[in-house]
């Protein structure tokens, strides 16, 4: 852009030359800001963060290794277990927009306290199911014990890190999602072959340790939202934006750095000494609910207005072609993790539950290699594309890395589609295994970082977006599955969802080609959301 400025999703990088580098987001002298904490300090905090989206993952996908339990010992049949698998797909999605506003009004830790007494609930009730309706219902309360994955755990993490770092840290988010869906599976499948435990120990055991994490989150994880606007504005500024020894590198803003003779604005009144100032007692960095500055009363007003106002995130492109990628990720595990469990246990393979888990090892390991691609190597490549760029980055640089997802991720579906329809044996089912779990691990991990750089500020509110697409696509195909699998050949069905993945990851080309356009437009529709959401109101 000729004026200077820059829009949302375009920055320079910095160069060294020009001044000194300007951090996004600007830090501040204040011990309360989580960009300001030790290493050790963030790096615990993120690993808490990781920890409960492997966990959460991994129980929303562990109740269909019991479903073999429930039909054989309580008449469960597998058409309400596919009803429980879509009831799952709406917790999931639904209570993550439901539980959005929290995190601003009332700070981050309640959400994932919240989520963590869903799963206790959600866990006993799969451990003592006798009915229908127990294996329905159960699942809507394991689903909303995700939600705080789906949205909160990528708000949190861009608290503690800056955004030169979003690719890598995506990628240990994507990884940590994987590794839960992939290996809850296979931990509930050699539960379920104990002749020690058996099926419903994977509900209990799922409570024991969702009681655990529950008393490690109340204690372990500090509170990292920080009123950084205000802070900026009108109490605390850093006098010299220089990057701090903890952090390696930033991009940079089309700004004039600032100077130590001149830090900020005379007319602002901002302490530059108050980097001398105490931080929050731990007991005041543990506290259940962290009011807002701007919270009135209880806030519930301020609740339903905000959750109101995140609806307009439906309206920004870029968020819909997130929630479409990730979306189809999820409709696609639906498909091969049916087929595993239908088709795998009888000939000529006659697998057990935990031979079928293992299954979701080369998955697993696809999934790895995807989010180092599209993590640490996806930062390399588009600061690689932005010095090409006269040193200008895009937000849609990143997406090229998509295209040779669109054809290793379809290969996948259809190989081991093929595979099981023909009855391959080792190694080309599993090739395509892990052929799926490099198109996983990729297509959510860019998709929701080009999100993340195109609206760096609407963080949580357009992943709320993603998850609600995202879960809604996966509901869906989750009742289709039985009978679209039902009707056809399983080498038909899975070609058939290989070309709807191949022309879904390729709706990244006009993404690429009007994606900067679309990013104009709304750019006072997304300065709009933000000042209305950041208001008292």
Known sequence: MDDGTYLNGTERLASGVDGETVLIPTPTNSPDDPLNWSAPRRYWHASLILLIVAFTAATSNDAGTAGNGMNAELGISWDAINVAAGVLFVGIGYCTLLLSPAPFLYGRRISYMICLLFS???????????TTEDNIW???FVGASESCAEAMAQLSLSDLFFQNRRGF????????VSIGTFLGPLVAGFITDSPVMGWRWVGWLAAILS???????????????????????????????????????????????????????????????????????????????????????????????????????????????????????????TFYLTVE?????????????????????????????????????????????????????EAEQRLWLMFPVALIGPAGLMLFGIGSDKGWNWPWPYVGLGFIGFGWGCAGDLSMAYLMDAYPDMVLEGMVG?????????CIFTFAAGYWLDAQSLSLVFIEIGVLSFIFIMTTAPMIYWGK?????????????????????
């Not at 206790?120 to 006798?130: D, K, M, N, P, Y």
């Not at 993603?466 to 996966?474: M, P």
Request: hydrophobic letters at 40%.
């Open 169 to 176: 840290v995506l990628g240990l988010y994507v990884l940590a």
């Open 517 to 537: 356009a679309c990013r104009r437009w709304t750019q006072k529709q997304y300065e709009a959301f933000i000042e209305i959401r950041d208001g008292q109101f």
């Open 120 to 130: 206790i609930i959600g866990s006993v009730w799969l451990a003592r199911v006798e």
């Open 466 to 474: 993603v998850s609600v697409i995202n879960n809604t696509i996966g």
């Open 341 to 393: 469990e239908d088709n795998w246990y009888d000939a000529p393979w006659y697998y057990s539950d935990a031979a079928v888990g293992i299954m979701n090892v080369p998955t697993l390991i696809g999934a790895c290699i995807g989010c180092v691609y599209g993590g640490w190597f996806s930062d390399v490549f588009v600061r690689w594309m932005a010095r090409r760029n006269n040193n200008i980055f």
């Open 211 to 333: 009681g655990a994490m529950l008393v490690l989150f109340y204690f372990g994880l500090e509170e990292t939202s920080f009123d950084r606007k205000h802070m900026i504005q009108g109490l605390d500024v850093s006098s010299n934006h220089t990057q701090p020894n903890n952090v390696e590198g930033s991009l940079d803003e089309k700004k004039e750095p600032l100077t130590n003779q001149q830090s900020v604005s005379p007319d602002v009144g901002i302490d530059v000494e108050c980097g001398s100032k105490k931080g929050k007692t731990y007991l005041q960095r543990i506290a259940l609910i962290t009011p807002s500055p701007t919270l009135v009363g209880t806030g519930f007003k301020q609740y339903i207005r905000r959750l109101w106002i995140t609806l307009r995130i439906f309206s920004f492109p870029a968020v819909l072609y997130s929630g479409l990628q990730w979306g189809a990720q999820d409709a696609w595990l």
């Open 138 to 140: 159960n699942q809507l």
